[in-house]
């Protein structure tokens, strides 16, 4: 059964730094990965989706990476801000059925 | 462009009473869920419609029905509602492009069974 995992489940970084967030996953046959961001009492945004076949996607300050054989994506915000505050939360595709199964997500604060 | 509607916005019920949860897309996708999201739980997957006149389970299905109206609406329904089923509700589409398929999400309908 697929599992996705998101660590850690809090973060809070001063405003200005790089960072990245985890997200792992028990099978590797996935059809894709999508990160989205979910700000409080608001629905789901879609930020970056990767094909199994491709290795990143960059969108502004965001760099999403897959390693599939690891079971890992990684999502770098650079010179974050406070604006980037909200939960993020990975998400994988099998590859059989039309289901996607969330992590729980990071709730990341950015400190002014 | 709407994207994915939902009504209400909030509800709150009783035990017992009955409800449905109102989704729309007009982005013409086929597929569209019902998702429920709970703290420490994440987002679980309720019903999915792969297109206008079917409909699956997902991961967590006891209790709700589903209606796929036509392609661009899907209906969740809480024939029963019990204190358990206390969350907020999500509804999406899905974009397909080729290989290339992403979902989109509504603003969510939060829900309290007393």
């Known amino acids: 059964k697929q599992e996705v995992t998101q660590i850690p489940a809090a973060l809070s970084v001063p405003e200005g730094e790089n960072l990245v967030l985890n997200c792992s996953f028990t099978d590797s046959a996935i059809y894709n990965l999508q990160w989205f961001r979910q700000d409080p009492g608001k629905g789901l945004t879609s930020l970056l989706l990767?094909?199994?076949?491709?290795r990143e996607q960059t969108s502004g300050r965001l760099n999403a990476s897959l390693d599939k054989s690891s079971g890992r994506s990684t999502l770098y915000i650079a010179a974050s801000q406070p604006g980037d505050s909200a939960t993020y939360l990975c998400a994988v595709k099998l590859n059989r059925d039309d289901k996607i199964i969330f992590g729980k997500g990071t709730r990341l604060h950015i400190l002014p | 462009n709407a994207g994915v509607t939902q009504t209400p916005k909030f509800q709150v019920l009783k035990t017992g009473q009955s409800m449905t949860l109102q989704c729309a897309q007009d982005m013409n996708h086929n597929s569209m869920y019902w998702y429920r999201q709970d703290p420490g739980m994440g987002l679980r997957l309720i019903y999915y419609?792969?297109?206008?006149?079917?409909?699956d389970k997902g991961e967590v299905p006891n209790g709700y029905n589903v209606s796929r109206l036509n392609k661009r609406e899907f209906s969740l329904r809480l024939e029963s509602a019990a204190p358990s089923q206390t969350s907020v509700y999500f509804c999406a589409s899905k974009r397909v492009r080729g290989d290339y398929n992403e979902q989109f999400f509504g603003p969510g309908t939060r829900l309290t069974v007393l």
């Open positions: 419609s792969a297109s206008e006149g079917t409909t």
């Open positions: 990767i094909q199994s076949s491709q």
